[in-house]
């Protein structure tokens, strides 16, 4: 089982587009040198991916091109970003993508699985 470390300074949580309590959390580590991207559900992480840094570059090319390629204005994306901009004038944390710290479960010591 590994160490469950704090969210540091570097990183943030997403949520499942399928809802429910499945989170991603993105978080880079100085120390080593990683980015690590673990999956949870409720206080219990589910995986981990440590990425090596020098790899970051290769993803977000991926991602960016992804991103370029849902141009489509019906794709549930756009769509979802677009229902993003009707949201009332001070959104949620969770909304804009500013999830604190604190938005992590804290409540019991999470588990690796």
Known sequence: ???VFPMPAVGDLFTDMRGG???MRVSYHEGPGV???SLWADTVCRGTFQLATGDVARLVALLSQVERSAGDLDSPANAQAEAATRQPATPSPEQTGDVSRAA?????T???A
């Open 21 to 23: 309590d499945r989170r």
């Open 1 to 3: 089982m590994g160490e």
């Open 104 to 108: 992590l479960p804290a409540v019991r």
């Open 110 to 112: 999470p588990r690796v």
């Open 35 to 37: 980015v690590v991207v």
